[in-house]
């Protein structure tokens, strides 16, 4: 008996190709918007006045706690929106990349919250009296020490974000899952031409776990030694 | 911008939420059954193979590290499908609610062996000796020394965990299982009054998970170990 069936490689195939790139890319929209909108929200969020802050902390609460698919089938299912005459329709690629980077950057807002609290009340007048002004400070002294306490966070979210691309699958974006989902559909069908035995649906969704054990796996070590080595 | 905002504002129907009342208390009481069991159950776990972790006790630490492995690095949608298409195969046929309090027991659980590992692990060993050198047997030692006090330094990340495996049974929705998301995604799809729908839904999520954190917080001041360790 061959190590991979016949029916299975070309399912494994297309999994890798069609579906694998579109979880990663749909993950690195999330996570570069993530960072971006929450290191700044986050900063913003220590300034002591207090409408503003009220208001990141609303974002960040509402965001943080609605679950991440509830989010996304809001975004998804709300009607076009014409502002102006730009047409505003959000396709299920698009509404998954933007519910996750909501949650995203409300994690990364909190963590960022915390780190920038952290660094001692010396270094901002350090650099204050260097000249810096609130933007200088923070972008030149103190968010480049927060970033030490928030790498090993931010590999974490990294891990969350891949594997909660999959709520794409709900809304019938065809990432690693909802691949692995169409083949099975596919190989039980008998539309391959292959007799797929009674086993499939195992093998397949065994291997989506597999799939997302192999990234995520070396990602949560990287998080955890980084823990160890940074913070301290 | 403004003229549309008003406009949604404006049109809002109320009698949307208000006639479909019935359909939303049973999807809450569904979300409830299912996040309630899950929550308990995942604590049971947690408790459980946390010791276990803590302790290296052998064969079953092995067991214990590759279980909390396995379902920290996979998504639990994948998971849910998992048990609900791929297990049928081995002869394991469970119902849509098995699978419901099931899964996501098993989620929150490795999640919980984590918090309760590293609480039971911040306990001083020195505590645990002095256990011992009252005559404490190792299970009494921990039932009245580690439990108590690695316990409280866990509880905050626990509940925090709890307050995921609530949110988690969102993800119910794709086995059908009529909780609180199905059924609003329902309503949205007969009605296609979809800002009304998910607002309710988002009010409902909120007010669950607005209440355990403030637990959190109330726990956090009530349970504070009274002096450094």
Known sequence: MPLVPDWFRPVAEYMLREGLPETLRIAAIALVASVAIGLTLGTLMTIRFFPLRWLIRFYVEVWRGLPILVTVLFIYWLPAYDIGSFHLQLNAYQSAALGLSLWGSAQVAEATRGAVQSIPKEQHEAAAALGFGWIGRHRFVILPQATRRLLPPMVGLLVNIIQNTTIAFVIGVNEFLQAGTRQFENVTSGLTGQVAPSYAPFMIFGFVMLGFFVICFPLTRLAAYLEKRLVV | MFD????????????????????????????????????????????????????????????????????????????????????????????????????????GGAFMTENFRAGFEAVPPRLREAGYALGFTPLKAFLNVTLPIGGRIALPSTINTAISVVKNTSLLLIIGYPELTYVANSIQSNTFRVFEAFSALAVCYLTIVWALSALIRFLEARLALPEAL
């Not at chain 2, 972790?53 to 067991?63: D, E, G, S, T, Y």
């Not at chain 2, 048990?83 to 098995?98: A, D, I, K, N, R």
């Open chain 2, 4 to 107: 549309r905002s008003v406009h949604i504002l404006a049109s809002f129907e109320w009698s949307v939420i208000w006639d479909n009342r019935g359909l939303f208390w049973d999807g809450f009481k569904h979300t409830i059954k299912a996040g309630a069991l899950g929550f308990v159950l995942a604590y049971v776990v947690g408790l459980v193979l946390g010791a276990v972790r803590a302790h290296r006790i052998p064969v079953l630490n092995q067991v214990a590290v590759t279980y909390v492995e396995l379902i920290r690095n996979t998504p639990i949608l994948v998971q849910i499908i998992f048990l609900y298409y791929g297990l049928p195969v081995l002869g394991v046929h469970l119902e849509t609610f098995t699978v419901a309090w099931l899964s996501i027991t098993i989620w």
